[in-house]
């Protein structure tokens, strides 16, 4: 028994643990290794793969997800409750890793790269620009997922009017994604040897200065998940549980933080006393739509890329890049490498010029980051559900359980 949970473990984590070695591999023959840069091809293949593939991916993915809904309605539906339910607790774990980067540098090295010279545009043209795209053949570029994505919802809600998943049009989007979706599995599965030779180039340029923040950058947000976990998830818990909340909060949160599933949420939620049509809509759309986690993360990488290319995280483009960061984490968890096609916008809209550079970054951070991030994810369906319920079952929902359970 012990072995087969040994060998799952290994299956489920093989990514995680071979990009960790690819990684380390590459930081070790970048400082040991002075020509360490002629491994950059290896990078470079990896990167242009993902390119070609993530950009039809954002398209097919997210008008797919639109047009095999049930219904326009509850298209519009869902993407609303997407940014009004979950978005508040996001934008809070979102502001506490600002503030602690902003008294805790993420990169303390000298800037590594430029950004990339860029016109000043007036408030019309940033508004053309950040959703559209003059011409048909330029929406289909690495450099355009933003108006890539508005351009995917569009064609989505277009199938819905058409008759949605009835329509053919839509199981195309469905079949189409599916494949691309395996497409990337099997790229994966390069990207080891891949981030190997980016590292390795990478370490090789900028030597100590680029290590020392990046881990600088993972151990932060190990230590801010496992806090907000014990000190925040405590607040959330007593607001929506009233009086000794708190103690039952954290005598079920240790499992869906380890197992992080649906169905081991719903036991959890169960035993604490939550009502089964609250745990029907929560959890299952937690799963996917409430991201504390992931928006932590987006600021660890939005403030490490700011310091790369030498920008000032306190200006007005960090703060547009924190919110764009922020709404991809949630609106975009929900769609099939949707954590990947955050990563893209952020990156296109910010290092057009650099893309190449500033993508795997961000994407190796987030890989990196990813078992916390998930751990904080899945925890917080858990504590959601106690907010939830305070204001469909009352205030006292809680203590009507444990003065039934005194009785039992």
């Not at 793969?49 to 398209?59: D, E, R």
């Not at 064609?155 to 009017?161: A, H, K, P, T």
């Not at 981030?195 to 030597?207: D, E, K, N, P, T």
């Amino acid at each position: 028994m012990a072995n087969n949970k040994k060998g799952s473990f290994l299956k489920n984590n093989w990514f995680f643990f071979t990009m960790i070695l690819g990684i380390v591999l590459g930081i070790v023959v970048g400082f040991a290794w002075p020509g360490a840069g002629a491994l950059e091809p290896l990078g470079t293949l990896f990167i242009n793969m993902m390119f070609c593939v993530v950009v039809p991916m954002v398209f097919f993915s997210i008008s797919s997800s639109i047009a095999n809904m049930k219904s326009a309605k509850r298209a519009g539906k869902l993407m609303g409750t997407t940014v009004l339910t979950f978005m508040v607790t996001t934008i809070i774990a979102s502001v506490i890793m600002y503030v602690l980067v902003r008294f805790i540098p993420i990169y303390t090295g000298e800037p590594a790269f430029e950004p990339g010279a860029s016109e000043p545009m007036s408030a019309g043209e940033l508004i053309v620009g950040f959703f559209t795209k003059s011409d048909f053949p330029e929406l289909w570029s690495r450099r355009s997922i933003l108006q890539l994505i508005v351009a995917g919802i569009f064609f989505g809600f277009g199938v819905q009017m058409c008759g949605g998943p009835e329509t053919k049009v839509a199981a195309l989007l469905e079949e189409i994604t599916n494949v691309l979706m395996k497409v990337i599995k099997l790229i994966s599965f390069y990207a080891p040897i891949g981030f190997f030779g980016f590292f390795a180039a990478l370490v090789s340029a900028h030597g100590a200065d680029f290590v020392s923040s990046y881990a600088r950058a993972i151990i932060l947000y190990y230590i801010v998940a496992f806090a907000y976990m014990f000190l925040i998830f405590p607040l959330y818990a007593r607001f929506g549980g009233g009086k000794g909340a708190v103690k039952v909060m954290f005598q079920h949160l240790f499992r869906p933080a380890a197992v992080a599933t649906i169905p081991t949420n719903m036991e959890v939620s169960e035993d604490t006393g939550i009502s089964k049509d609250v745990t029907d809509i929560v959890l299952p759309m937690g799963a996917t739509m409430n991201m504390d986690g992931s928006g932590m993360s987006a600021i660890i990488k939005v403030a490490f890329l700011f310091g790369m290319f030498g920008m000032d995280f306190a200006s007005k483009d960090a703060l547009l890049a924190i919110v764009v960061a922020t709404v991809s984490s949630v609106a975009m968890s929900g769609i099939p490498g949707g954590g990947g096609t955050g990563e893209l916008v952020l990156c296109s809209l910010f290092f057009p010029e650099q893309l190449a550079i500033a993508f795997p970054i961000a994407q190796a951070i987030g890989d990196l980051v990813d078992p916390p991030a998930t751990m904080v994810n899945a925890a917080g369906d858990y504590v959601a559900s106690f907010i939830v319920s305070r204001y469909n079952d009352g205030k006292d929902w809680l203590q009507k359980k444990l003065r039934a359970d005194s009785k039992n």
